[in-house]
C-alpha cells in the first residue's frame, strides 16, 4: 500500500518541500517529512490526508491532518475542543503571569525576558538566596503553566492566551530539541520523568484546549504532534525504576492511545502497558505499598498506573484483564494507613496527602468495596471497614486507632525496610494523632534542595528514633538491593479486645561508618482504649558503656518538664510523655547548632517553610541489656500521664496507674533466634 513506497515519494518532492516549509523550522529533529512517513494512511478516517499526499499537495496534507486531529470523533479528547468558552478551571492570575514570562517552578517565581531561557536555574545562581535545587529547572519543563494558558483560552476564547502558549512551544521545541541519549542531569529539559509527565498528563490537556485557536495553526499543532511522537520514540529507549518508570510509562501509553493513526501506536501502546503491569507486581508489594514506602510516592505511582485506565472511555483501547483487579490492593493500602484526617501517614519524603480523591475513584472501579466510598464520602456513604488496626508486613507499617471518627487516637510506627527510594533514616520511628491534630510528628519532605534543612529531613534527627553513642542511623550506605524485601523483616503484630502490639528492630548499623554498636527492639503497645506504651530493649554488641538518646518530636509551639514527664501546651489536644528507665529529659526547639534539631517542615509557610517545635531527648546509659518504657497519654487538654510504673519483663508487660487499677498483658516477644 502507499506505506511502502512513501520514503521514496518523499524524496522525490524535494522542490515542493521546500516551497510549503516543511523543514524550516528549527525545532523537533523529526521532519514534517518523517512525520507524514510514520501516518498509517490506510485508515479510513485518514482518507484526505492520503488523498493529499498522493497529489504531491503537501500545505493540504498538512491542513488535513491537522483538521482531522481537531474534529476526530475517536478518540476523544475528553472535552469538546470547539466548546471555547465553558471550561469551569479559569485560573487567570497563573495565566496573566505566564503572559508576563513571570514562571514559577517549585515555588520560586522568575522573571524572564522577552524569550524565556529554559535551562536558567534561579537557585544555582552566584548569590542565590535559594539553595540549590536542580528541580527549578526540571519542573519548569513539566508546562503547568501551559495549563493555566489553556484554561484561559477555552474559559475565555481570547487569542492572548493561545498566542503565547504558540510562541513558548515554539521557544520550548525550538530551544529543547530531543536528545539523542538519556538526559537526567542537572539543567536538562529531557529527564525521563519530565518527558512522561507532559506526555502522560499536561500536554494532553493543554493540546485539545487549544484545538480552536486561530494562534494553534497547522504549523504548530503538527509541531505539537510532532513532538508527541519524538517523546515516546525517547520514552521507547529510556527508562528507570520505581516511580519514575510508572511516570515515563504512562506518558508513553498516553502518546500511543491518543494518537493511533502513527503505525508505531499501538507497539507504544503494547510497550507501555507491559511495562506497567511488570511493575504493578515488581513494585506493589502483596500488602498494597509502593516499595518507595512514602505514601504520597504511593499516589503518584497509582496515578500512572491508572492513566491507562482513564483513557478506556476515550479511546476504547482495553487492557488486559489482569491489569486493574491488580490495583485494588494500592487502594486499601491507602484507606487502612490514613490518618483520621483522611490524609496518608508523612513517612519518608511523603507530606500529609489526602486520600479523599483516590478513594472516590477507587470506589467507582471497585463498586464492591464500600469502605473505599465510606472513607471518600467521609461517612456518608458506603460502610466504615471492617477493622480498626492493622499490619503492613511487607512495608513493615503498624497502625493502631482506636475508631474510625475524626477524633480517633491513632498511631504509625515504621518497622520495615529502607525503601527503594525517597528513604529518611527513620526505622522504628512513631507518630501519633488523636482528637484531630497531630501530637507526635516527624520530619515529613522538605524540598530537594542542597540545603542543611533537606539533610536534616533525611536524617535520624529529625524522626522519632534512638540514637546511640550519638550517631543516627545508617541504612543509606547499604547496596539498592537490599531496599526491597521478598519477605517481611522479623517483626512481630498482635491485636484484640484488649491491646494491639507491635514489635520490630533495628540492627543494621549507626554512624558514616555504620557501627554494630547494639541491637535495638521497640515495642509499641496500645492499651485500649486510651494509652499507649512504646518499650525500648537494648542489647550492646560489646561490653562497653553506650548512651541511648530517644527523640521525640513534638507538634506543639512549647511543652513543659516534670521530672521525666513532658507535657506539650497547646490551646486543645496535648500529649503528656512520660520515662520509665531514664536518666534524664531536655527540650530542644529551634536549635541550629551544633546540629540542627527541633523543627518542622512546614510546606504552608511557602517554599522551603520550616517551623520550631519542640523536641524531647531522653537519655539513657547502660553497659548491659536495659529497657526503658514510654508511656503516651493523649488528652483533649494538658492532663498529666496517669501512669506511674511501667516495666517489661520477658514477655509481660505490667502498668500501675494513679486511680485505675494495675494493668498487666502477655504478649508475643519478637523470636531471638531472629536477632543473630
Known amino acids: 500500500m502507499l506505506n511502502n513506497v512513501f520514503a521514496v515519494v518523499l524524496l522525490a518532492c524535494a522542490a515542493t518541500q521546500a516551497a510549503t516549509n516543511l523543514t524550516g523550522v528549527i525545532g523537533p529533529r523529526l521532519s514534517e517529512r518523517e512525520l507524514f512517513a510514520m501516518l498509517d494512511l490506510d485508515r479510513p478516517d485518514l482518507k484526505s490526508v492520503q488523498l493529499a499526499v ?22 476523544r479528547w475528553g472535552l469538546d475542543p470547539m466548546a471555547v468558552g ?37 537557585t544555582t545562581q552566584p548569590g542565590s538566596k535559594w539553595a540549590a535545587n536542580h528541580e527549578w529547572t526540571w519542573q519548569l519543563s513539566r508546562h503547568h503553566f501551559w495549563m493555566a494558558l489553556a484554561h484561559c483560552y477555552y474559559a475565555t476564547g481570547d487569542e492572548r492566551y493561545a498566542r503565547e502558549f504558540v510562541a513558548e512551544l515554539r521557544s520550548w521545541l525550538e530551544d529543547c530539541p530531543v536528545p539523542d541519549t538519556v538526559q537526567n542531569k542537572p539543567f536538562s529539559r529531557w529527564r525521563t520523568i519530565e518527558a512522561g509527565i507532559r506526555t502522560g498528563s499536561i500536554w494532553p490537556e493543554v493540546f485539545p484546549r487549544f ?11 503538527l509541531m505539537m504532534a510532532r513532538s508527541f511522537v519524538e517523546h515516546a520514540q525517547y520514552l521507547m529507549k529510556f527508562h528507570m525504576q520505581g516511580n519514575w518508570l510508572t511516570m515515563e510509562a504512562n506518558g508513553l501509553y498516553h502518546v500511543g492511545a491518543l494518537f493511533p493513526e502513527f503505525q508505531a501506536a499501538a507497539h507504544w501502546r503494547e510497550t507501555a502497558a507491559g511495562r506497567l503491569e511488570h511493575e504493578l507486581d515488581a513494585q506493589v508489594y502483596p500488602d498494597g505499598a509502593q516499595i518507595e514506602l512514602a505514601p504520597g510516592y504511593h499516589i503518584v505511582a497509582l496515578d500512572n498506573f491508572l492513566g491507562p485506565v482513564r483513557l478506556i472511555p476515550q479511546t476504547g483501547f482495553e487492557l488486559p484483564p489482569a491489569y486493574l483487579p491488580k490495583i485494588e490492593r494500592m487502594y486499601n493500602y491507602l484507606l487502612y494507613s490514613m490518618r483520621p484526617d483522611h490524609r496518608t501517614p508523612p513517612l519518608n519524603d511523603s507530606g500529609a496527602v489526602s486520600v479523599t480523591r483516590p478513594l472516590e475513584e477507587g470506589a467507582r472501579l471497585f463498586p464492591q468495596r464500600t469502605d473505599f466510598l465510606w472513607a ?9 471497614p471492617a477493622q480498626l488496626s492493622c499490619v503492613f508486613p511487607y512495608a513493615g507499617q503498624f497502625v493502631m486507632r482506636s475508631d474510625w471518627g475524626p477524633d480517633a487516637l491513632w498511631l504509625c510506627m515504621d518497622g520495615g525496610p529502607f525503601g527503594f527510594g525517597h528513604q529518611h533514616e527513620d526505622k522504628l520511628s512513631v507518630m501519633l494523632n488523636a482528637f484531630g491534630r497531630p501530637l507526635l510528628v516527624e520530619a515529613g519532605t522538605y524540598t530537594y534542595d542542597a540545603s542543611e534543612w533537606r539533610r536534616y529531613a533525611l536524617s535520624s534527627r529529625a524522626h522519632n528514633v534512638v540514637l546511640v553513642d550519638g550517631l543516627e542511623q545508617n541504612r543509606r550506605r547499604k547496596s539498592r538491593e537490599s531496599f526491597v524485601v521478598k519477605t517481611p523483616l522479623p517483626q512481630v503484630w498482635e491485636s484484640n479486645p484488649e491491646f494491639d502490639h507491635a514489635a520490630a528492630r533495628y540492627d543494621e548499623g549507626y554512624g558514616p561508618e555504620g557501627k554494630s554498636l547494639a541491637i535495638h527492639t521497640r515495642h509499641v503497645f496500645y492499651l485500649k482504649p486510651d494509652l499507649f506504651l512504646i518499650a525500648d530493649q537494648f542489647e550492646p554488641r560489646d561490653e562497653r558503656s553506650h548512651t541511648y538518646e530517644a527523640l521525640f518530636h513534638l507538634d506543639s509551639s512549647r511543652a513543659n518538664i516534670q521530672g521525666l514527664e513532658v507535657v506539650t501546651a497547646n490551646s486543645g489536644p496535648n500529649l503528656a510523655l512520660k520515662a520509665f ?36 531527648i531522653f537519655k539513657t546509659t547502660a553497659s548491659s541489656n536495659t529497657a526503658v518504657l514510654y508511656a503516651l497519654f493523649p488528652s483533649t487538654n494538658a492532663a498529666p500521664c496517669p501512669v506511674t510504673a511501667a516495666r517489661i519483663q520477658q514477655d509481660t508487660l505490667t502498668v500501675s496507674f494513679s486511680h485505675r487499677a494495675q494493668r498487666s498483658i502477655r504478649f508475643r516477644p519478637l523470636n531471638p533466634d531472629d536477632l543473630k
Open 54 to 75: 498522493a497529489q504531491n499537495d503537501w500545505l493540504a496534507a498538512r491542513h488535513e491532518l491537522a483538521e482531522h486531529l481537531r474534529h476526530r470523533p475517536m478518540p
Open 86 to 122: 465553558r471550561d469551569p478551571q479559569y485560573r487567570e492570575s497563573e495565566a496573566e503571569n505566564a503572559l508576563a514570562h513571570r514562571l514559577t517552578s517549585l515555588g520560586v517565581q522568575w522573571q524572564f525576558g522577552a524569550r524565556i531561557d529554559w535551562s536558567f536555574n534561579p
Open 376 to 384: 471518600a464520602s467521609e461517612g456518608s456513604r458506603g460502610r466504615a
Open 211 to 221: 484545538l480552536a485557536a486561530k494562534a494553534f495553526d497547522d504549523e504548530s499543532l
Open 581 to 616: 528507665g531514664a536518666d534524664s529529659v531536655a527540650l530542644v526547639t529551634g536549635q541550629t547548632n551544633p546540629v540542627v534539631q527541633g523543627w518542622l517542615p512546614d510546606s504552608s509557610r511557602g517554599y522551603g517553610g520550616i517551623r520550631p517545635i519542640p523536641t524531647a
